[in-house]
């Protein structure tokens, strides 16, 4: 499980075929440090397993590698990384951290596709078109998983929704990279999406509320 909050930016340095498809081996510093085979790492907001780590002997950087499964790869952008690629990187949580975001578990809905990008003040808006199966677990004010990154829903239209980025994340994270038809993972709140899973038509209604005595 994570919290959707970056811990830094890592660098493709290679995909290779494998048996189980493809691997991809990312150098990073305090992610590729802490890393062990095994352990989780969150890559663009996508859990994967490390299998093998390279930590030089003297250096701030070293690598890691994961693979990239068939399924993984057609859910997510993982499946478009090149060589020399940013990837935004968060370790798993552990017993007593703080959450500064929200709960993230690492398994991407599907991905989404940057349609509009302005400027508001020193906040970056991006406008993401998301599949209906998204959009519907998504409520303003409520929480989304955009690469990896906690945000929060600013608004929600038929089809897209709209999120700010503040300087902080657009300096941490790769959302500042983002142009106009990019591709984003998303990953919806995990409450919001098993409390509308018993919810009459996956939504609250003035109905629901009268029956179970909040009105």
């Known amino acids: 499980m994570f919290a959707g909050i970056i811990e830094e930016i890592g660098i493709v340095e290679a995909v290779r075929a494998t048996a189980a498809g493809r691997a991809v081996v990312i150098r990073s510093g305090a992610v590729a440090a802490d890393a062990a085979p095994g352990s989780s790492v969150a890559v663009n ?47 798993a949580l552990r ?3 703080r959450i500064g975001g929200h709960f993230v578990l690492g398994h991407v809905d599907g ?19 998301a599949g209906a199966g998204i959009a519907e677990g998504l409520v303003p004010r409520g929480s989304v998983a955009v690469d990896g990154v906690s945000l929060t829903v600013a608004r929600v239209d038929a089809d897209s929704f709209h999120v700010h980025c503040i300087p902080l ?27 509308a899973r018993h919810l009459p038509g996956g939504r609250i209604t003035e109905a629901f509320l009268r029956e179970h005595g909040f009105l």
């Not at 490390?50 to 890691?64: D, I, K, S, Y």
């Not at 990008?117 to 970056?124: P, Q």
């Open 95 to 97: 017993a007593g951290d």
């Open 45 to 91: 907001g996508a859990c994967l397993t490390v299998t093998a780590c390279v930590r030089p002997e003297g250096r701030r950087q070293g690598r890691f590698t994961a693979d990239l499964l068939d399924r993984t790869r057609s859910l997510t952008n993982l499946g478009a990384l090149r060589p020399g690629d940013a990837v935004n990187l968060e370790r």
């Open 111 to 129: 991905q989404g596709v940057v349609v509009s990008r302005r400027r508001e003040g020193g906040d970056l808006v991006l406008v993401i078109r």
């Open 169 to 195: 994340t657009l300096r941490t994270t790769t959302l500042g990279r983002r142009e106009v038809g990019s591709r984003v993972n998303l990953e919806t709140d995990v409450i919001g999406r098993h409390a």
